[in-house]
């Protein structure tokens, strides 16, 4: 890899880039040692691709071939193997051919301190509440279910391509206006976005994500041929639009696709753009997703706020 200092960097934890649910059923039944014993006995088979690892082989990819002073894309693994289980893990990325390098091993001990030091500007995880401690320090993070990577359409030209897709309200942008909507209802909601078209909303925690893969894509030619494209899927529609738009428009970061359902089920429309991955802050909405494309979850704003009672 170039010296060159990464434009986007990720960090991903080993449950959500491999199928490791067998072991972890393991772990959590019996324990360290056994899960330790498991490993060795099986640090020469390979582990199979779990549900992140299309969206990461594709953002590797971008790597290749292209100049040295080219902005690019690094990998990070954090996992809670020691490093000797963890031997596995490695054998399996380089079996895969994921130009990974860079990892944490912790023991058991929380991975998510290690994710600022790294300069990750995206966590991937399966583990909750590391997603949301690293949401707490400012990191744009989401939940992964864990599971086997899907299959690839054959033939599919959208599958060269890396694929993402963001809900707005409390993801890219701060959840003030999905407040206003929980709260007063849909037609204050439209009233309060009408009035306040010209004002920029707040950021969200997959802002500076956002800027950064904005900054990728800037790299490479523009158009149907450009290797990312990426979507805003949400549940907002006309007059709420336009203060979207705007705030894009304010923020000077492009998204080539924008789909303002009214409210529809957003996984038909997920499974249609293709998504390597979809981020929403709804548990209803990620459960939909998740029945099409890979979906993260993103613990924030008020659609997750517990219930007092």
């Known amino acids: ?171 890219i942008f701060g959840d003030e206006s999905e407040r206003v909507s929980r709260e007063q209802g849909v037609e204050a909601f439209g009233r309060h976005e009408r009035e306040r078209a010209r004002e920029p909303l707040s950021g969200g925690p997959f802002r500076g994500f956002l800027s950064a893969l904005h900054d990728l894509q800037a790299a490479f030619p523009a158009g149907d041929d450009a290797p990312i494209r990426t979507a805003l899927v949400t549940a907002r529609s006309a007059p709420a639009h336009e203060r979207v738009i705007r705030t894009l428009r304010e923020w000077e970061v492009r998204l080539d696709e924008a789909l303002f359902l009214g409210g529809r089920d957003k996984g038909p429309f997920l499974e249609a753009f293709g998504a390597d991955i979809f981020f929403d802050d709804s548990p209803h909405n990620i459960d939909s997703a998740r029945r099409h494309v890979a979906a993260g979850h993103v613990p924030h704003g008020v659609a997750n706020m517990q219930d007092p009672g």
């Open 1 to 171: 890899m170039s010296n060159a200092t990464p434009t986007l960097v990720i960090a991903i934890t080993a449950r959500a880039l491999f199928h490791l649910e067998d072991s972890h059923g393991l772990f959590e039944a019996k324990g360290v040692k056994a899960y330790a014993d498991y490993q060795r006995q099986r640090e020469d088979d390979m582990l199979e691709p779990g549900i992140a690892f299309p969206l990461v082989r594709k953002l590797l990819a971008l790597n290749e071939g292209s100049p040295a002073d080219a902005p690019r894309v690094e990998v990070i693994l954090l996992s809670r193997n020691s490093s000797d289980t963890g031997l596995r893990i490695f054998n399996s990325i380089q079996h895969h051919r994921l130009d990974i390098r860079r990892a944490t091993f912790t023991s058991g001990a929380p991975v998510w301190p290690y994710i600022r030091p790294f300069g990750a500007q995206l966590f991937l995880s399966a583990n909750p509440e590391s997603v949301r401690r690293a949401l707490e320090a400012g990191i744009a993070a989401a939940t992964i279910l864990p599971a086997r990577a899907p299959e690839s359409a054959p033939g599919d030209a959208r599958h060269d391509q890396v694929r993402i897709a963001f809900d707005g309200d409390a993801v």
